[in-house]
């Protein structure tokens, strides 16, 4: 296969643009050992100790692999508890390459969700945005307020080709604008990429409209920028007029239009930990800062220790470099196209972080309520080590209101990609593992809870096959119906 990122077949390939130093040896398992290691983390990838897992696609959260000229960095930590030289040196490259003015520095993303979400939300607000992601949206109800999704339809629906399935869909956003009123929107939550959709970008002009639309009602908008870098790379190559701006330039624009931004740094800025807040309004900016010193920690470390500030500014400029993000998101677009040519049901177009399965086209004979993603990723593990991700019904939780399943309309299985990690060797591995298992995929057995926790229930909850204690079954699974499935409505 000629890995081209989608275009002509007949152009030469490309490579990554660094090389192999140092390597972490990974176990090999066989499958005895991986029924009874997912059997013992009760069928929930996010319970498998680390050690029983050949290819980690859990996520591509602070997996990342570091270069030397980070590493370089680390030992250049000044771990002093106030004003570390090595904060002023990310707040000036946040500021360089962000644009925004102030930074807090936070743990990892959900730090800066919680400071954001406590300083503008009250109860009984409504938050709109382009789909949820579970930790933002669950800052902004523990906060009083209620998430409502405004993306375009195009995102629920795995099989739309539109470039940028991550767009606001304007009418829907000036619709709950209109119903709840200015006063009780704190801000527009605009996600750049959108990772429940898949990874799907949001356009330049989408951003700037939104945004419009929303500052001429006094509306704030805040980005999560948690993958704006990867965001900046699809507009690049898809939007037009942005051809020839460089990545640093497209990143700049999109801020320009935000008040301020939350990030984990543990994707884009090619660290493993670590996350900020950056904003421009000062008064606000003082505030966060005064609640980062009770939940994070002084406002010139938040959780961070010197040198993984240092190895965050040094990350934030390696990140924007093309050949980097074409090596990055081309690897991911390898990995998605031998499952396309295998005809393997996965969201398309293919994103930015991660290949996003299909479960519901996967395995139709089950319900959502049989939990396919769920069952279908811990199904891949067993069958290869490969560990991925349930993004769907599972994911999408219960509604606070009612107590009742969100009934996600997507239902799939994540394999995310860390960076600079794995080889073009893995990636064939994995599609063909994911292969083999779409070719007996009616032997995969629905799931059924039998521990389910009150919040963030995909991180910890436990499940027991139906019908029999493995995942995969000798014979081929006795067909149900599937109505349940389409009615869905988040
Ligand atoms: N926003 C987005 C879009 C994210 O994907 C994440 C984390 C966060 C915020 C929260 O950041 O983990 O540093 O606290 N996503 C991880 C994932 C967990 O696997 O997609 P965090």
Same mark, same amino acid.
């Given at each position: 296969m000629n890995r081209n990122n989608g275009k002509t077949r007949n152009r030469r390939s490309w490579a990554e643009p660094y090389k192999i130093k140092m390597v972490e040896p990974i176990k090999m398992t066989t499958r005895p050992q991986r029924e009874k290691a997912i059997a013992d983390a009760g069928?929930?990838?996010?319970?498998?100790?680390?050690?029983?897992?050949?290819?980690?696609?859990?996520?591509?959260?602070?997996?990342? +692999?570091? *270069?030397? /000229?980070?590493?370089?960095?680390?030992?250049?930590?000044? !771990?002093? %508890? +106030?004003? *570390?030289? /090595?904060?002023?040196?990310?707040?000036?490259?946040?500021? !360089?390459? %962000?644009?925004?003015e102030h930074t807090i520095p936070t743990h990892q993303g959900r730090g800066a969700e919680h400071i954001l979400s406590m300083l503008t939300i009250r109860k009984g607000d409504s938050i709109p945005g382009n789909m949820y992601f579970t930790t933002t949206r669950m800052h902004q109800e523990l906060a009083g307020g209620q998430f409502v999704d405004v993306i375009i339809d195009e995102a629920h629906d795995p099989t739309s080709l539109h470039p940028f399935k991550g767009n606001i869909d304007l009418d829907k956003l000036q619709s709950v604008i209109d119903d709840v009123g200015v006063a009780h929107i704190p801000y527009l939550c605009m996600h750049a990429t959108v990772n429940m959709a898949g990874g799907q970008p949001i356009s330049m002009a989408n951003i700037r409209a939104a945004s419009k639309l929303c500052h001429n009602q006094d509306i704030p908008v805040f980005l999560d920028a948690t993958r704006a870098v990867e965001n900046a790379y699809f507009i690049k190559i898809r939007e037009e007029g942005f051809e020839n701006t460089s990545i640093e330039d497209i990143l700049k624009a999109m801020c320009s239009h935000t008040d301020g931004c939350t990030v984990s740094g543990k994707k884009d800025c090619l660290v493993n930990i670590g996350g900020f807040l950056a904003l421009n309004d000062a008064e606000l900016a003082d505030r966060a800062r005064n609640e980062c010193v009770i939940y994070e920690g002084l406002h010139t470390y938040g959780g961070m220790a010197g040198r993984d500030m240092e190895a965050m500014a040094r990350g934030i400029e390696e990140s924007v470099e093309f050949n980097y993000l074409h090596a990055r998101i081309g690897q991911v677009v390898y990995l998605g196209?031998?499952?396309?040519?295998?005809?393997?049901?996965?969201?398309?177009?293919?994103?930015?972080?991660?290949?996003?399965?299909?479960?519901?086209?996967?395995?139709?004979?089950?319900?959502?309520?049989?939990?396919?993603?769920?069952?279908?990723?811990?199904?891949?593990?067993?069958?290869?080590?490969?560990?991925?991700?349930?993004?769907?019904?599972?994911?999408?939780?219960?509604?606070?209101?009612?107590?009742?399943?969100?009934?996600?309309?997507?239902?799939?299985?994540?394999?995310?990609?860390?960076?600079?990690?794995?080889?073009?060797?893995?990636?064939?591995?994995?599609?063909?593992?994911?292969?083999?298992?779409?070719?007996?995929?009616?032997h995969i057995r629905g799931l059924t809870f039998s521990y389910e926790p009150d919040h963030l229930r995909f991180f910890r909850a436990r499940f027991h096959p139906i019908g029999g204690d493995s995942i995969l079954a000798d014979a081929p699974v006795t067909s149900v119906s599937s109505t349940m499935s389409d009615t869905a409505s988040v």
């Open positions: 069928f929930n990838t996010f319970l498998l100790s680390s050690k029983d897992v050949y290819i980690d696609l859990l996520t591509d959260s602070g997996t990342n +692999a570091m *270069s030397d /000229n980070q590493w370089a960095g680390m030992l250049l930590g000044d !771990e002093a %508890y +106030a004003g *570390s030289r /090595n904060f002023d040196r990310l707040q000036k490259t946040i500021t !360089e390459y %962000y644009g925004y196209e031998q499952l396309l040519e295998a005809g393997v049901p996965i969201v398309e177009p293919i994103g930015g972080h991660g290949i996003f399965v299909d479960a519901r086209r996967f395995l139709p004979h089950l319900t959502q309520d049989q939990f396919p993603a769920q069952a279908l990723a811990a199904a891949l593990y067993v069958d290869s080590g490969v560990r991925g991700m349930e993004r769907g019904v599972v994911s999408a939780g219960r509604d606070p209101n009612t107590g009742q399943n969100r009934k996600s309309r997507l239902e799939l299985v994540r394999l995310t990609l860390p960076r600079r990690v794995y080889t073009q060797a893995h990636m064939d591995v994995t599609a063909e593992s994911v292969i083999d298992l779409f070719e007996k995929r009616d």
